[in-house]
T-cell receptor, first 114, second 114 residues
Framework: NAGVTQTPKFRILKIGQSMTLQCTQDMNHNYMYWYRQDPGMGLKLIYYSVGAGITDKGEVPNGYNVSRSTTEDFPLRLELAAPSQTSVYFC?????????????FGPGTRLTVL | AQSVTQLGSHVSVSEGALVLLRCNYSSSVPPYLFWYVQYPNKGLQLLLKYTSAATLVKGINGFEAEFKKSETSFHLTKPSAHMSDAAEYFCAVSEFGYGNKLVFGAGTILRVKS
C-alpha cells in the first residue's frame, strides 16, 4: 500500500513552458486535492475533486487545470509557467467528504520556474 | 468562512522542555480541527484531530491538544521535547460544506536545542 504518490519530486521549468504534475492514490479514495505551499503561507488549495469526472476550484486556481478520469489519478496541469508558480505542490486524498476525515498527503513536488 | 491563526512562525525549545504551539480558529459553527506535522522534505502527516468527542485529544509521538471553545483555541503540547520533534507544524480547520476542504494556518517551525 503506497498511499499517495507524486511525480516528479523536483522540476525546473522555464517561463512559458508547460508541465503536468502526477498524483496517484491506491486507497480507493473519492476525494482528492491539490495544494501549494509557500514559505510562511501554509498550504493553499488549488483544485479538488469529489470523484471521477468531478472537479472544482479551490482558493488559488489561476494558472492551473485539473482532470479526474479515474478514481486513482488526479493530475495538475500548468499551461504557461510563471515565476509566481514556484512552490512546493502537495496532492492529498480523503476517503469521504465528511469534515472529520483526515487527508493523506503525498511527498510533494518542488517546482522552480526561471 | 473558517480561518486559522498560528501564533509564532518559529518556536525554539531545549530538549526535555515543554512544547507549546498555539492555534486559534475562527468558525461560525462547531469546528473539526487538525494538527499536521511536516518533517524536512516530506509530506504532511496527521498528529491528531478534534471531532467533538473529547476536548483533550491525544495524538502520536506524545503530543496532545486541548479544544477550548471559550478561547477558540486548539493549542498543541508535548511535556518533553525530543530532537526528533524538530519539524513544521500546521493547524487546520475543516471548512464546512462541499468537498471536505481544509483551511491551514501559516505553520510553526519547531527547533529543538540540545
Amino acid at each position: 500500500n503506497a498511499g499517495v504518490t507524486q511525480t516528479p519530486k523536483f522540476r525546473i521549468l522555464k517561463i512559458g513552458q508547460s508541465m503536468t504534475l502526477q498524483c496517484t492514490q491506491d486507497m480507493n479514495h473519492n476525494y482528492m486535492y491539490w495544494y501549494r505551499q509557500d514559505p510562511g503561507m501554509g498550504l493553499k488549495l488549488i483544485y479538488y475533486s469529489v470523484g471521477a469526472g468531478i472537479t472544482d476550484k479551490g482558493e488559488v486556481p489561476n494558472g492551473y487545470n485539473v482532470s479526474r478520469s479515474t478514481t486513482e489519478d488526479f493530475p495538475l496541469r500548468l499551461e504557461l509557467a510563471a515565476p509566481s508558480q514556484t512552490s512546493v505542490y502537495f496532492c492529498a486524498s480523503s476517503s469521504t467528504g465528511f469534515a472529520y476525515n483526515e487527508q493523506f498527503f503525498g511527498p510533494g513536488t518542488r517546482l522552480t520556474v526561471l | 468562512a473558517q480561518s486559522v491563526t498560528q501564533l509564532g512562525s518559529h518556536v525554539s525549545v531545549s530538549e526535555g522542555a515543554l512544547v507549546l504551539l498555539r492555534c486559534n480558529y475562527s468558525s461560525s459553527v462547531p469546528p473539526y480541527l487538525f494538527w499536521y506535522v511536516q518533517y524536512p522534505n516530506k509530506g504532511l502527516q496527521l498528529l491528531l484531530k478534534y471531532t467533538s468527542a473529547a476536548t483533550l485529544v491525544k495524538g502520536i509521538n506524545g503530543f496532545e491538544a486541548e479544544f477550548k471553545k471559550s478561547e477558540t483555541s486548539f493549542h498543541l503540547t508535548k511535556p518533553s521535547a525530543h530532537m526528533s520533534d524538530a519539524a513544521e507544524y500546521f493547524c487546520a480547520v475543516s471548512e464546512f460544506g462541499y468537498g471536505n476542504k481544509l483551511v491551514f494556518g501559516a505553520g510553526t517551525i519547531l527547533r529543538v536545542k540540545s
